[in-house]
């Protein structure tokens, strides 16, 4: 297990630095001189400074090289220590107090090895530190809580990304391997639909040569179509299990997710439009969209007595909305699960789009739009 601690890679896209980190070193500059001016004493006025501007400094570095801004912070703190107990008579300024942020940051962003060493040498330089300055044994035992939660806080806001991170990544690879399996069902139709006509064709080839040509144009529609979607979901991850052969649902089941208000929440479906033409693959995916969006609402959706789909298919363009007529809600208050990111996640696929959000009127909506066919990517 320390092994692997040891391994452990950066976390991947530290934040860039932005105007707060400029803002807060300001601060700390600023104060520091403003500390120095009111201050009584200031015979090492210079080297008291130094060392906050140091410090100030190295926060600047703390996502991009953790350890190199705990290594020059807090070995310039110790060098500073260390003249404390030898010779200078000094007290360092309160704005070093930004120090503490180092911790974290080292165990927030920094690979394993780097948060070994920066613990190390912050630990080096409490006691110290420690020594440097007089103080109480509460305060000693203050000191080493202070440094030693930040850093815990900094591992646990990390384990907490990760672990969500990785959750999501979970989620699309669901939705992969949904799509899948619909591109086996879908292309496996096709291909048996082509060797039949492929069959036909060949009878009639000698027969009648002109129903032989419309064969033929019919196959190569067919197959044309087949490879668009093989070219959109070829790439579509597998966990190795084997292809569900049952039949997948579509369009034509929506409306089985219609029922009566009571004691459970009231759906309502309507569907328009010519959703014969839809692809299988595309009309698989608006239903489990569908299904997932009324779970959702069955949940989620407070103070809900109806809950409505509606599904328009146009010239190339399949819309569905589902809508629940719940209490008004903010984007920051909707639950925050993972159910969104999958609808998104098989939209997206398909080559179309999904929005989900509070509806003006009230209530929670989730509109998407898939093309009647899957687009190549």
Avoid: K
């Avoid at 809580?145 to 930040?150: E, K």
């Amino acid at each position: 297990m320390l092994a692997a601690l040891w391994a452990e890679p950066r976390p991947d896209r530290p934040p860039a630095r932005v105007w707060r980190d400029w803002a807060v070193v300001a601060v700390l500059v600023t104060s520091s001189f403003v500390e120095m001016l009111l201050r009584d004493d200031r015979a090492w006025a210079p080297l008291v400074l130094s060392v906050s501007m140091v410090v100030a400094a190295c926060l600047l570095w703390r996502r991009t090289s953790p350890l190199a801004a705990v290594a020059v912070a807090f070995g310039a703190l110790l060098a500073f220590d260390i003249a404390r107990i030898a010779a200078v008579d000094a007290t360092g300024l309160t704005s070093i107090a930004g120090v503490l942020v180092l911790p974290y940051a080292l165990l927030r962003w920094g690979t394993g090895r780097e948060a070994a060493l920066g613990l190390g040498i912050i630990l080096i330089w409490l006691p110290v530190t420690l020594v440097a300055e007089s103080t109480s044994p509460a305060e000693r035992v203050a000191g080493y809580g202070f440094f030693l939660f930040s850093a815990a806080l900094g591992a646990a806001v990390r384990y907490r990304t990760s672990s969500r991170v990785r959750e999501i990544e979970q989620v699309r690879l669901r939705q992969r391997n949904e799509l899948a399996r619909e591109l086996h069902d879908t292309v496996g139709h096709r291909v048996s639909a082509i060797a039949v006509q492929a069959q036909a064709g060949r009878a009639l080839s000698a027969a009648d040569p002109v129903r032989a040509l419309a064969t033929l144009v019919t196959i190569e529609e067919e197959a044309s179509r087949t490879l668009r979607e093989m070219r959109a979901l070829v790439g579509v991850l597998r966990d190795g299990t084997d292809a569900d052969l049952a039949p997948r649902r579509g369009l034509a089941d929506i409306e089985l997710l219609a029922r009566p208000g009571g004691e459970v929440l009231g759906v309502r479906v309507q569907v328009s439009g010519d959703v014969d033409a839809v692809d299988p693959a595309v009309s698989t995916a608006l239903y489990l969209i569908a299904a997932e969006a009324v779970t959702n609402a069955t949940r989620h959706a407070s103070n809900a007595t109806q809950v409505t789909v509606d599904v328009a298919a146009s010239r190339g363009q399949v819309r569905l909305r589902v809508h629940d007529d719940g209490a008004a809600c903010t984007a920051g208050s909707a639950p925050a699960g993972f159910g969104l990111r999958g609808m998104a996640e098989r939209a997206s696929l398909i080559g179309g789009t999904l929005q989900a959000g509070p509806d003006p009127d009230g209530g929670w909506s989730v509109d998407a739009s898939l093309p009647h066919t899957v687009r190549a990517s």
